[in-house]
Every structure is written in structure tokens, then in C-alpha cells.
């Protein structure tokens, strides 16, 4: 199984990236798939989730009207446009996945996940 996140580089505040997260090993349209970020010396955090069909969307506060996560099924391929970006938005981000086999279930919190990608450096200064 692989997870391999692309997209991520530097930005000034105010500008926009799209990060894609690219699946291959498993059966793309049976899982969850979510975002997290880990900026430096702080915790993991989930900031978005789309379930497998994309009928649950969530965001985490901070992001919210901000970013847009989506998915591609016939591409296995997941989403994250991010604009509007903050200095805070700097991290590594993550793209994550959960087995929801049926059910329209995406991962919120670390715990959840079943695999993860490497992640991609995104960094906001001017």
C-alpha cells in the first residue's frame, strides 16, 4: 500500500496550493480518506476527512471556508485545495486512509487511520 502525497512547496500568505494524494494497494473506493498536518513542535492534527463516496465531508475549525478536500475514485487520487494560506497553515501534511468498506465513515483522529503517506512540506512566508 502507498500513499504519496504531492503538491506541497512555498507560498506567501493569502496564496493557494492543491496537494493530491495519489493511492495505490488497496481498493480505493472502500476507504476514508483524511488529511493531517504536523507543524514544528507540535501534535498531529486531523484537519479534514472525506468519506468514501464523499457523501460525510468534516474540516477542522481552522480551515474551515478555507480549504476544500475532495477525491477522484477513477484516478485513486485524493485532494486538498488550500487557499487563503496562513502563516500557521506551515507544516507537513499528511494524507491518510481508513478501511470503511459500505459505510461512509473517513478519519478524524490519528487513531483511526490504517495507513499514511509520507507527507509534503508546505510552507507559508513572505
Known amino acids: 500500500v502507498q500513499l504519496v502525497e504531492s503538491g506541497g512547496g512555498l507560498v506567501q500568505p493569502g496564496g493557494s496550493l492543491r496537494l493530491s494524494c495519489v493511492v495505490s494497494?488497496?481498493?480505493?473506493?472502500?476507504?476514508?480518506i483524511g488529511w493531517f498536518r504536523r507543524a514544528a513542535g507540535k501534535e498531529r492534527e486531523g484537519i479534514s476527512c472525506i468519506s468514501r463516496t464523499a457523501f460525510n465531508i468534516n474540516y477542522e475549525d481552522s480551515v474551515k471556508g478555507r480549504f476544500t478536500i475532495s477525491r477522484d475514485n477513477a484516478k485513486n487520487t485524493a485532494y486538498l485545495q488550500m487557499n487563503n494560506l496562513k502563516t500557521d497553515d506551515t507544516a507537513v501534511y499528511y494524507c491518510?486512509?481508513?478501511?470503511?468498506?459500505?459505510?461512509?465513515?473517513?478519519?478524524?483522529?490519528?487513531?483511526?487511520?490504517?495507513?499514511w503517506g509520507k507527507g509534503a512540506l508546505v510552507i507559508v512566508s513572505s
Open positions: 494497494g488497496l481498493q480505493f473506493n472502500s476507504y476514508g
Open positions: 491518510a486512509a481508513l478501511a470503511a468498506p459500505g459505510r461512509e465513515y473517513c478519519p478524524i483522529t490519528s487513531t483511526d487511520v490504517d495507513y
